[in-house]
């Protein structure tokens, strides 16, 4: 869900009880003032949080949805719509002209509504007896500028006082006389404290100095006086702290994490892939991180059991993770069509077309802008992979595409297939076991059979084999599942239950010629054994 912030967490929270959860997660802070509904947002009713959440009372009852559409569309007619938002990317269609100076009664208004609400969600989830586990945010300090600077102080003297040393600081800076530039934004800041990119100048030239301690400092003001309010800030964390009387609500310290695995705790596009957003290993990071907490607290299981299986180390589990090039494509091609347009450039979003040789890239181009779901993207990266031979990789979008849909049954018995042309039997029996906890099939037990037989565990096969009198056949079907039951019975010295359905098979074909050689097999095997061979 896009541009979702705290009303919606709060509002979705109060419909979970019926569904009994075990646990909510909620990460949440980035999006208090431009999501919907948010206190800067282009989608706001209004600064009253009363007024907001009765209207997300209120849209849950048809009638006032019907109301609603019906004064939109009557605004429509007489002209009464607002035009004045351009038609851009979603940061630009909710946030454009609403930039929100640090500490302003509008950023104050964020703040008291963005802690009401998650108090509320925390008493909710305690009268409702739910675990919550409230994650810090993260955002990009080393790698993203600010969006939008803002002088503090009136102009005049002191304006012209602070923008000379900030220019002289810029200048020196990009003369590389790096000593001298810190002094000068030093100064300046001293003019203005609220100006964010001196403090973000001052903290590259703090860390280009060697002194990474004193640059955190500055690229966090920096962000935290941002007045284009994406990346959530220092302020914004507080309401996460858990008093007493909360005792099922947990804190995973995200932001913690993405610092001790970062350089100097310089969080930049070492983990993230914007200017908040983490790449791919920096959501690996939060899912460990929010799974520690449950470790530790006995969430979902006891610790105990927590202990005995989690075994696996990350290596293993980053290897075995169900994203494929195509995903990571993807969200490199959707970061470069948002990162093109305001409020990274002065210009309206692009798209640069990826060549069409390049066809994994434009799949996930087209997925990007929305030319292509998500599943017909990766099914057309299945016959690229298959056009190529590339097993590898075929096999991987089907797990991805399964851990994602994985009531289709169609899609396990595909990489079954894919499988046993690879003879990779183990994994096949692993997908074929995983589809029979979501619908058992013929096709299922039949394979898993098989491939018992073909390990020489007759009575394994026949455990399968057995479940297939459940479902109907054709006489093709009949035939050929017949023929390999009867091979198990005879191979576990079942003979007499062998012949009993070869028997059977032989009423349905008469001259079904490997029933028929079975039989005599099987007669054979009997009368070297000294026993008599019943018709």
């Known amino acids: 869900m896009t541009a979702t912030n705290s009303f919606t967490a709060l509002d979705i929270a109060r419909e979970l009880p019926q569904y009994q959860p075990d646990l909510i997660i909620d990460y949440d ?57 351009s038609r851009g990317t979603m940061m630009e269609t909710l946030a ?83 000593d001298s530039a810190i002094a000068s934004f030093q100064s300046a800041l001293r003019v203005d404290s609220l100006y964010a990119d001196a403090h973000y ?24 006086y941002d007045v284009l309010r994406f990346r959530t800030d220092t302020k914004f964390k507080q309401p ?15 932001e913690a994490t993405f610092k001790s695995l970062s350089k100097d705790s310089l969080i930049g596009h070492n983990l993230t892939i914007d200017h908040l957003h983490p790449n791919l290993r920096g959501y690996f990071i939060i899912a460990k991180t929010i799974a520690q907490v449950m470790h530790n607290n006995g969430l979902l299981a006891s610790r105990q059991e927590w202990n005995f299986a989690d075994t696996i180390n990350d290596n293993a589990l980053w290897g075995n993770r169900a994203v494929t090039d195509l995903d990571e494509q993807t969200g490199i091609q959707s970061v470069k069509v948002i990162s093109s347009g305001w409020p990274f450039k002065k ?87 995983r589809s029979l906890k979501i619908s058992p099939t013929l096709a299922a037990y039949s394979a898993l059979g098989n491939i018992m037989l073909d390990k020489g565990d007759p ?36 003979s007499e239950k062998a012949k009993a359905l070869l028997n059977e098979l032989l009423r349905i074909k008469p001259d079904f010629s490997p029933a028929l050689q079975l039989l005599t097999n099987i007669d054979k095997q009997l009368e070297k054994k000294g026993l008599p061979a019943k018709k």
């Not at 996460?240 to 995200?254: K, L, M, N, P, Q």
């Not at 599943?375 to 992979?385: K, R």
Request: proline content about 4%; hydrophobic content about 40%; some cysteine.
């Open 347 to 433: 210009q309206s979003a692009s798209v640069e077309l990826v060549p069409s040789t390049d066809t994994l890239n434009q799949i996930a181009q087209n997925l990007a802008i929305g030319k292509l779901g998500w599943m017909d993207a990766h099914l057309q990266a299945i016959s690229f992979y298959r056009r190529r031979e590339d097993w590898t990789n075929v096999q991987r979008e089907y797990k991805t595409i399964i851990d994602l849909y994985p009531h289709i049954i169609d899609l396990y018995m595909d990489l079954a297939a894919v499988d046993f042309n690879q003879l990779r039997f183990d994994a096949m029996k692993e997908i074929l076991l």
């Open 96 to 178: 454009r002209g609403q930039e929100v100076p640090y500490e302003s009664p509008l950023y104050g208004a964020a703040y008291s509504t963005f802690r009401e609400n998650l108090q509320d969600l925390k008493e909710y989830c305690l009268s409702a007896g739910i675990p919550l586990i409230l994650g810090t945010q993260v955002s990009n300090l080393r790698d993203q500028p600010p969006f939008v600077s803002e002088n503090s102080t009136t102009p005049g003297q002191q304006g012209t006082l602070f923008q000379q040393w900030y220019s002289g600081g810029v200048e020196l800076q990009s003369k590389g006389s790096i």
């Open 240 to 254: 996460h702290s858990i008093d007493g009387r909360h005792e099922r609500c947990f804190v995973a310290d995200i």
């Open 29 to 85: 802070g980035h999006n208090e003032f431009y999501g919907a509904l948010g206190a800067a947002s282009n989608q706001s009713i209004g600064s009253s949080r009363f007024v907001t959440l009765l209207y997300l009372r209120m849209i849950h009852l048809r009638t006032f949805l019907l109301l609603r559409d019906a004064v939109f569309k009557l605004a429509g007619l007489f002209g009464q719509t607002d035009n004045s938002v």
């Open 201 to 224: 100048r001052l903290a590259e030239c703090l860390e280009a100095k060697g002194r990474p301690h004193e640059a955190l400092a500055e690229y966090i003001a920096s962000r935290d």
């Open 459 to 494: 009575a394994g096969a026949l455990k399968y084999f057995d479940q297939m009198d459940n479902f109907p056949q054709n006489p093709n079907e009949r035939l050929q599942n017949g023929f390999r039951m009867s091979f198990a019975y005879a191979e576990a010295g079942q």
